[in-house]
Nanobody, 115 residues
Framework: QVQLVESGGGLVQPGGSLRLSCAAS????????MSWYRQAVGKERDLVAAISTAGGSTNYADSVKGRFTISRDNAKSTVYLQMNSLKPEDTGVYYC????????WGQGTQVTVSS
């Protein structure tokens, strides 16, 4: 069955870094555009970053441009989100999304940026 398993979240101080990973299985990973979304408490789930099937095109929310980098390894069926210069407003649950004709979602991983 389809699975998206996120990992790498945790507690980090402002200015720190984290690298999230999302391991996919149960579908042809290389055919799906991949994205990371973020949901803070009491807010909607918002797009953070997206990457095309071959990785040649990326898109970022204005709030993370220059700080976050999305990448993918189709041989490992894994998408990554490198997060640098983290701010308290980056706190939330980060979800991995796979999209082609349908959407698949992971269970989410908590990122907390606090001193």
């Amino acid at each position: 069955q389809v699975q998206l398993v996120e990992s790498g979240g945790g507690l980090v101080q402002p200015g720190g870094s984290l690298r999230l990973s999302c391991a996919a299985s149960g579908f042809t990973f290389s055919r799906y555009a991949m994205s990371w979304y973020r949901q803070a408490v009491g807010k909607e789930r918002d797009l953070v970053a997206a990457i095309s099937t071959a990785g040649g095109s990326t898109n970022y929310a204005d709030s993370v441009k220059g700080r976050f980098t999305i990448s993918r390894d189709n041989a490992k069926s894994t998408v990554y989100l490198q997060m640098n210069s983290l701010k308290p407003e980056d706190t939330g649950v980060y979800y991995c999304n796979a999209r082609r004709l349908v959407d698949y979602w992971g269970q989410g991983t908590q990122v907390t940026v606090s001193s």
